[in-house]
């Protein structure tokens, strides 16, 4: 079994923060809008940057779901 698919599903701060997933971040009642966004990019942009070779990654989509969520509750 590949272990690549784990290597995404959470996402830890600088500051020791850690999130098991995107809803989390998006429902985290101390984070501000732009500190969502920000987080949910920088998560974004780490699983596209090491994407599986046959594209399809399951946390991208996860990721690109929080992240239209998060749009629509205009936070």
């Known amino acids: 079994m590949s272990t690549e698919s784990?290597?995404?599903a959470k996402f830890d701060r600088?500051?020791?923060t850690s999130f098991d997933s995107p809803m989390a971040v998006v429902e985290d009642g101390f984070l501000d809008g732009h500190?969502?966004?920000s987080i949910l990019g920088e998560w974004?942009?780490?699983?596209?940057?090491?994407?599986?070779a046959d594209g399809i990654d399951p946390m991208s989509q996860t990721l690109d779901h929080?992240?239209?969520k998060l749009a629509g509750l205009k936070t």
């Open 44 to 52: 974004k942009r780490r699983v596209d940057a090491e994407n599986r």
């Open 6 to 8: 784990l290597k995404h």
């Open 66 to 68: 929080a992240i239209e």
């Open 35 to 37: 500190e969502k966004h």
């Open 14 to 16: 600088d500051d020791g």
